[in-house]
C-alpha cells in the first residue's frame, strides 16, 4: 500500500505479519536484547523490510542500527524511513541524489486515546478536525493528523538534526484529494541552497490502517516529481 502514496523513485517493502525469514544482522542484536517479545519482532520486520526495500536499489544487505532519537542509521547517499503498528510493518529507501528525505508512518485507523489531541495539536488543526465527520467517511481525523506529524518529523529529522514538537509544524489536509500539507512554525534547515519551509505529503485508509508519507524531492528533480493519487476507500 504504501508505495501508491511515493513516487517511483522511492523503493518500499511492507509486511502484514512476522514471517518467519525476517532476521536481525548481529550488529542490530544489541539493539533488542532486553526487548520484550512484541518489540523485538516489529524492529526485526521493519529492519527486514528496510532490507528488501534497499535491494531494489542494489545495495546489499547492512546494519540499520538506531542513532540519535532512535532514527535508523541508513547507508551513506541513502535517505529512508521504517514504521509499524499493529498487523503492519513498512520501509521505504532511495538515493538522496534523487530524494533529499523520506518520512512515513502507519497507524490503526481508531481515535487517538482521550488526551492525546489535545497535546500533539493546533487549535486549528482541531478546528478543521471537528469540521471533518468520520462516520460519513470511516477516516478517524485525528489519527490521521497524528500519523501525518510522524511523517513530518521523519522526513525533517535527517535534514535539520534537531527535534520537532508536535506544534511546530501545521498540518492541513484534504479529505478529497488524499493530501496534506504541513508548514514548519520555525526555521528549517537549508536544503539545496534554500530554507526548508514546510512538507506536501500523502494519505490513504485502508483495511483498518492510516498511513501516511513525505517525499521530499532532491532540486533537480523537482518539476519531475510524480505523485499517483490513491483510492482512499
Known amino acids: 500500500m504504501i508505495e501508491e502514496l511515493l513516487p517511483g523513485e522511492v523503493a518500499c517493502a511492507e509486511s502484514f505479519d512476522d514471517p518467519p525469514e525476517a532476521v536481525l544482522l548481529p550488529e542490530e542484536e544489541p539493539e533488542v536484547a532486553r526487548a520484550v517479545d512484541k518489540r523485538r519482532r516489529e524492529f526485526t520486520t521493519g529492519r527486514h523490510c528496510a532490507r528488501l526495500a534497499l535491494a531494489k536499489l542494489s545495495v546489499p544487505p547492512v546494519p540499520l542500527p538506531r542513532g540519535e532519537r532512535g532514527a535508523p542509521v541508513w547507508p551513506e547517499g541513502i535517505a529512508g524511513s521504517i514504521t509499524h503498528c499493529a498487523g503492519y510493518r513498512g520501509a521505504v529507501a532511495a538515493r538522496t541524489a534523487e530524494v533529499r528525505s523520506v518520512g512515513i508512518d502507519a497507524e490503526p485507523n481508531g481515535p487517538l486515546p ?71 512554525l520555525v526555521p528549517g534547515p537549508v536544503v539545496d541552497g534554500a530554507p526548508l519551509t514546510g512538507f ?34
Open 114 to 184: 482521550e488526551g492525546v489531541l489535545d497535546a500533539v495539536s493546533l487549535p486549528e488543526e482541531r478546528d478543521w478536525i471537528g469540521a471533518l465527520d468520520p462516520g460519513a467517511t470511516g477516516v478517524h481525523w485525528d489519527r490521521l493528523l497524528f500519523s501525518a506529524k510522524e511523517s513530518v518529523y521523519k522526513a525533517w529529522y535527517p535534514l535539520a538534526r534537531r527535534f520537532l514538537g508536535f506544534a511546530e509544524a501545521r498540518i492541513t489536509v484534504d479529505p478529497r484529494a488524499g493530501a496534506f500539507t504541513a508548514r514548519l
Open 200 to 233: 506536501t505529503g500523502r494519505w490513504l485508509v485502508r483495511g483498518g490502517l492510516v498511513l501516511t508519507a513525505i517525499a521530499l524531492p532532491a532540486a533537480a528533480n523537482n518539476n519531475d516529481q510524480e505523485m499517483r493519487t490513491p483510492d482512499n476507500s
